[in-house]
């Protein structure tokens, strides 16, 4: 994910004091540090993130999920069930699922229906048979309601499913997910989609993976529209988009398909910004590895956002468009943070600070080597100007929630200084294979990255020792000297 308005904020706010956060009352608040819970109503089941202690769920593991909702995108009313598949890697008398708001109609467990009870934002089944260790189930939610945004206080920003005009988008990094579909709600429990919504026929719904078929729908005067998600997924990166759209199509050298989605009346100058994606796919294929999924695009929400998102093969950014460099931080995120995998979100520098890097290599790649390094300068000036203000802290630290504590600019940009930092520090032959091989090593369904793997295997292939680095750079509460 980048924030369109991060640098700005940065400066106009160094020295100044943050104003008072205060979320929309009626919305349900995802909290990310575990000494805020009160253990007296707390639900204790989650997978214990250091940041978010509730998200997500023990005992199973999902294999695939069978979204299908009819959705009316003038009321924002959506019903329908999700079917889940999954795997028990316990024995399970219950098991909980991630699900804010809505109303649950009926769950059942393998065809057989199944009591449930609901506690803040946890969905607690409890199926008429116990299931056993490695046994195979299936799990239906239908539901039906309004989906209301999650506020998540480390990233203050709504969360999830949410209305545009003309239509409806989903945005749910980290944790929104959960207000559309009951999930487990954690990144690194992938599982590959199937999206199957019904909306009015003068809308056009766009999804992650590829559109399978459009064919009319049970309800008169509804579509229903299957996209189909075959990689495996982290359930944040999920994405629907409900509007009047038109596409364009691209393909790379390498001969990956781009397919692009405009809303009606997009100006031309918007719609070059994504000019340059399939070159960029290129570059980043021959310097990381061949692009991981089967195609890719950009779908622009008919609002102009704060912010562009990575989303599985299909990028979100508002209709204002994006500088190259923002086009470019997304991509990138294909490979770091969508196929490879952060453990928990205090190593998310390995992936936002290696999408802003690689952003900046293509600006050096498409610019030249004197407009990387005067970027590196403004980058370094902004951050050792942050640093007397609010909005510093060590790339490293888990630190009592507060505005930006994820989202902020030592997560993008110092996380980014010091891949640069290592770069010069071992050459860049060495530097584009550690890259490469972190890439292989971690990414895939089935695996995470912590940024101790990261540093052991920069030592391996360097075969330096990089502590003092990795040290200044990530642990430090002072900007080291600019490298």
Known sequence: MKKLFLLALIFLTACESLPTYTPEPDYPVVKTNPTIYDAKTSDPVGLGDPFYPMLG?????????????????TSNTISGMTTIEAVALEDLSQFNLDMSGLEVDSVSVDGVDADFSRSQMELTISPRSPITAKQAFTVAVTYHGSPEPVMDDSIHMPLGWQKMTGGLFVFSEPSGAMNWFPCNNHWSDKATYAFRISVPDDFEVVANGRRENISASEVPGYSTQVWVMDDPMSTYLATIVIGQYESESQQSTAGVDIHNFYPLGTPDNVKDDFARTPEMIDFFGVLIAPYPFDNYGAVLANEELGFAFEAQTRSLFGKQGADEEVVAHELAHQWFGDNLTVATWHDLWLKEGFASYLSWLWLEHSQGSAAFEQHIQDVYDVLVMSQYGVFFQPVGAVRPAGLFDLYGSTTYYRGALTLHALRLEVGDEKFFEILRTFYAN???????????????????????????LFDLWLNTDWMPPKP
């Open 57 to 73: 769920n023990p005992g199973y593991d999902v294999n695939h999920y069978d979204i299908a909702l009819t959705v009316d995108p």
């Open 442 to 468: 971690y990414s895939g369904d089935g695996k995470t990255a912590k940024t101790d793997d990261f540093i052991t295997l920069a030592q391996e292939v360097s075969g330096k020792d990089l502590t003092e």
